[in-house]
């Protein structure tokens, strides 16, 4: 019977190998960054379904806003369109998004800063470019505690090679973090450190046991697991990515119909019929619409 502790402690290994490999091969920070990076999306592409693709770049909303760069961007494999691609890299949209990674060579108070800063700017994006329901069957779905919706709410996650700081400070970074923002949607949700442990929410459950979870709730607590980290990671990613959809239809029209409309045009042949439509639109004063 195959041991899952011993196949991710193999992982947690391997894993440890290549970063030592890429600090001692690369001196250039843009470069061992790459790699860095490369190291973590190999990592889940052993583990995760094909439905979710894997992708770095830009996430957009239908406004025209877009987030700072992201590290990893998990996404439907099959309903995201391409707005842009080179290589993994693209700008995909938030409706189509379920994870964004960010990846630190190591963790302390700067880099944390730079991750909430980068969480912001993904979380802040709006989802509006859906079709509406249609038909008897409504589907409502809750990814984060006490907010059910009929949209996926995408998380936030980090991943850390190393850390500068002792473990204890780690969680304190956490706690802050959930302290200074009242909404539990619009937060980092949980953070691997690679050789300290897995920083995520601890909820109590009377009387005498406790539930992890990827993501925080309005009672949650900030612990860090320590033990079997990289499985733990795992086991709580599943609980998330093994249920990933995209219940209503991605409008693209959202995002193309305000560049198309901006300055419409449009060649017809100047029948009778013809002219007499356009002139009657003209005067009640018609918008390009599709």
């Known amino acids: 019977m195959i041991n899952l502790s011993d196949v991710f402690a193999a992982s947690e290994t391997?894993?440890?190998?290549?970063?030592?490999?890429?600090?001692?091969?690369?001196?250039?920070?843009?470069?061992?960054?790459?790699?860095?990076?490369?190291a973590v999306r190999n990592l889940l592409q052993d583990y995760l379904p094909q439905n979710i693709g894997i992708?770095?770049?830009?996430?957009?909303?239908?406004?025209?806003?877009?987030?700072n760069q992201?590290?990893?961007?998990?996404?439907?494999?099959?309903?995201?369109?391409?707005?842009?691609?080179?290589?993994?890299?693209?700008?995909?949209?938030?409706?189509?998004?379920?994870?964004?990674?960010?990846?630190?060579?190591?963790?302390?108070?700067?880099?944390?800063?730079?991750?909430?800063?980068?969480?912001e700017s993904f979380k802040g994006l709006e989802r509006t470019a859906y079709y509406p329901a249609s038909g008897p069957i409504s589907h409502s779905l809750e990814v984060f505690?006490?907010?059910?919706?009929?949209?996926w709410d995408p998380i936030y996650l980090v991943f850390a090679l190393s850390t500068?700081?002792?473990?204890?400070?780690?969680?304190?970074y956490l706690e802050n973090h959930r302290k200074s923002r009242t909404d539990i949607r619009r937060q980092i949700d949980s953070v691997?450190?690679?050789?300290?442990?897995l920083l995520t929410n601890v909820t109590l459950v009377p009387p005498k046991s406790f539930r992890f979870n990827l993501t925080p709730d309005s009672k949650s607590l900030v612990g860090l697991i320590e033990s079997?980290?990289?499985?733990?990671?795992f086991t709580l990613f599943s609980r998330y990515y093994n249920q990933v959809e995209?219940?209503?239809?991605?409008?693209f029209t959202k995002y193309s119909l305000p560049c198309i409309s901006a300055s419409p045009s449009c060649v017809m042949n100047t029948s009778p019929k013809n002219l007499a439509a356009i002139d009657e639109v003209n005067e009640i004063g018609g918008l390009f619409v599709l």
């Not at 949209?93 to 980068?118: G, H, M, Q, R």
């Not at 500068?164 to 304190?172: E, Q, S």
């Not at 079997?228 to 990671?233: A, D, I, S, V, W």
């Open 228 to 233: 079997h980290p990289l499985l733990t990671f």
């Open 14 to 38: 391997i894993l440890s190998a290549r970063i030592e490999q890429i600090r001692a091969s690369l001196t250039h920070a843009g470069l061992k960054g790459g790699a860095v990076e490369e």
């Open 145 to 151: 505690s006490g907010y059910p919706g009929s949209t």
């Open 55 to 67: 992708g770095s770049g830009v996430v957009v909303d239908s406004a025209g806003r877009q987030s």
């Open 164 to 172: 500068d700081v002792a473990h204890r400070t780690l969680i304190t």
């Open 70 to 119: 992201i590290d990893i961007i998990l996404y439907d494999a099959h309903k995201t369109p391409s707005f842009f691609r080179s290589g993994d890299a693209g700008i995909f949209p938030i409706e189509c998004v379920y994870f964004a990674i960010e990846v630190k060579s190591s963790l302390s108070a700067a880099t944390f800063l730079e991750c909430e800063k980068n969480m």
């Open 246 to 251: 995209i219940p209503l239809g991605f409008d």
């Open 192 to 197: 691997y450190a690679h050789g300290a442990g």
